[in-house]
Nanobody, 123 residues
Framework: QVQLVESGGGLVQAGGSLRLSCAAS???????YAWFRQAPGKEREFVAA????????DYADSVKGRFTISRDNAKNVLYLQMNSLKPEDTAVYYC?????????????????WGQGTQVTVSS
């Protein structure tokens, strides 16, 4: 199983930017990686996903055009560049690893999860 460790969260004003990182390690690697987020009292929601080999991406409509998911295959690191942040982006952000057979927007597809990193956007 893949071990995932996120970093880069913090407090930022609306309109600002943050970059999240997720370091992957372990004997096996997932074929698809994603970022999810969970705000207090809400369900965990899909943010973005990328295939590890080909780099194909998918984004939730709420972040399309503002967030960019990428990976560094040599360093085994997943990134989420977040620009034009809004207060509604406030949540704990999780990176996840899984397989490509299924709905890549569903948390159930992913079997490896990081511990999460808090992102707070002030208005």
């Amino acid at each position: 199983q893949v071990q995932l460790v996120e970093s880069g969260g913090g407090l930022v004003q609306a309109g600002g930017s943050l970059r999240l990182s997720c370091a992957a390690s372990g004997r096996t690697f997932s074929s698809i990686y994603a970022w999810f987020r969970q705000a207090p009292g809400k369900e965990r929601e899909f943010v973005a996903a990328v295939t590890w080999s080909g780099g194909s991406t998918d984004y939730a409509d709420s972040v399309k055009g503002r967030f960019t998911i990428s990976r560094d295959n040599a360093k085994n690191v997943l990134y989420l560049q977040m620009n034009s942040l809004k207060p509604e982006d406030t949540a704990v952000y999780y990176c996840a690893g899984g397989t490509t057979s299924g709905n890549i927007r569903s948390p159930r597809l992913y079997n490896s999860w990081g511990q999460g990193t808090q992102v707070t956007v002030s208005s």
